[in-house]
């Protein structure tokens, strides 16, 4: 993350893809948005993807006059996974480079086209995360802890997504998506004075996109939920994919993160929450950080109404880490402290064990949500 710069920076910043485009079956124009890319293109999928959608988007390159060169995404978004395809790109002189999938083979592909001095073109499958936009990755160790945020000098020159691949998506990949994009206007509104991924300081317009992601989220989440389940795309879920993709790409990158994706970084820590999509994590940070934002109950009620509603977790039981120790839930904290972590944009006191409590204290109020729900035993 660039350098915090409080109360030192006075330029605004406002920073986006070139172009993005959302539809039903919106791949079948993919050579007409990529065409202008270049000839040879590196594609980025893992086996699965490019099973349901790699081969049709391969044909239509390809019928375009455009050389496809496929690099199987091994499953991990690190350091070791960039440099391997990285290789495949390089040797085979590709021009540009195309993500086909989620966010893990998203984050490796935008810092593959980086490594390559090319342009890049997302295409996500899945509506489970903000990546697709913005000119950063999280990258992770091949056991699957957080390791480090890559910046880039540019954002993806496309991002095209598919409705109708992503309404055949499982409807968890949504609901995790909308977890990571609760935590937007609720991280940016507590980062107004510190610089965001740019290194500048949010716009007013950064400040609009997060409050109508938070507000589409609210309005349309469960229905949009509810279509995913059938494969149904309905208006509801056209706005929440928009929200989850794009309003959530935009108003993070350009608005600011806090608590929520640091303790998200923290928790990786605990191999019980492997298992877990990143806006799962991300969504107990969220609770974590209202918790440090002194939310009233009835705000925090709200948004645990809405959590619930789509099957987002809310205790530590629920991430798989029912177990977790003080000592372990500790070490997380450590982790969501670290230098240059989001956590410090906050204009509060931040230490380890502020970072501890607000942990123990989501749960808590996570748990005693479930119980009045009747939820918990």
């Known amino acids: 993350m660039p350098p915090l710069k409080k109360n030192t920076v006075t330029e605004k910043l406002f920073q986006s893809p070139s172009k993005y485009i959302q539809g039903p079956s919106a791949i079948k124009n993919a050579p007409l948005y990529l065409g202008r890319l270049g000839k040879t293109v590196l594609l980025i999928a893992d086996e699965l993807v490019y099973k349901i959608a790699g081969t049709a988007l391969t044909t239509a390159l390809e019928e375009a006059k455009m050389t496809v060169l496929y690099a199987k995404f091994n499953g991990e978004a690190s350091i070791q996974e960039v440099a391997r395809v990285q290789g495949i790109g390089a040797q085979g002189k590709a021009e540009f480079v195309i993500a086909l999938g989620g966010g893990k083979t998203i984050d490796t592909a935008k810092a593959v086209a980086d490594k390559l001095g090319v342009p890049s073109a997302i295409l996500p499958t899945t509506a489970s995360t903000d990546a697709p936009c913005s000119a950063l990755s999280v990258l992770y160790t091949p056991n699957g802890e957080f390791d480090q945020y890559s910046f880039f000098h540019a954002n993806p020159t496309v991002v095209l997504v598919d409705t109708s ?3 055949n998506a499982p409807a968890r990949f949504l609901s995790a998506g909308m977890g990571d994009a609760l935590a937007t206007h609720v991280e940016a509104r507590e980062t107004r004075n ?25 309005k349309y989440g469960k229905l949009a939920y509810e279509a995913n389940k059938v494969g149904a795309i309905t208006p509801a879920l056209e706005a929440v994919v928009e929200a989850n993709t794009l309003l959530s790409g935009l108003g993070f990158e ?13 928790l990786t820590a605990l191999e019980g929450t492997h298992h ?3 806006g799962e994590k991300v969504n107990f940070g969220t609770i974590c950080q209202l918790i440090l934002s002194n939310a009233s109950q009835e705000e925090m009620d709200r948004y645990l109404e809405f959590m619930i509603s789509v099957d987002l977790p809310i205790t530590l039981e629920q991430l798989g880490a029912k177990d977790a120790t003080d000592e372990q839930l500790k070490k997380v904290a450590e982790l969501s402290c670290s230098e240059n972590e989001t956590i410090w944009n906050l204009d509060r006191v931040i230490n380890v064990d502020v970072v501890f409590y607000a942990i123990k204290g989501a749960d808590a109020t996570g748990r005693s949500f479930l119980k009045k729900k009747g939820l918990l035993a």
């Open 165 to 167: 691949i992503v309404a």
């Open 194 to 218: 510190s610089t965001n991924f740019g290194g500048g300081l949010p716009t007013l317009v950064s400040s609009a996109i997060t409050s109508k992601c938070e507000e589409i989220l609210f």
């Open 254 to 266: 350009s608005g600011g993160l806090a608590a929520a994706h640091a303790i998200h970084n923290g």
């Open 276 to 278: 877990l999509m990143h």
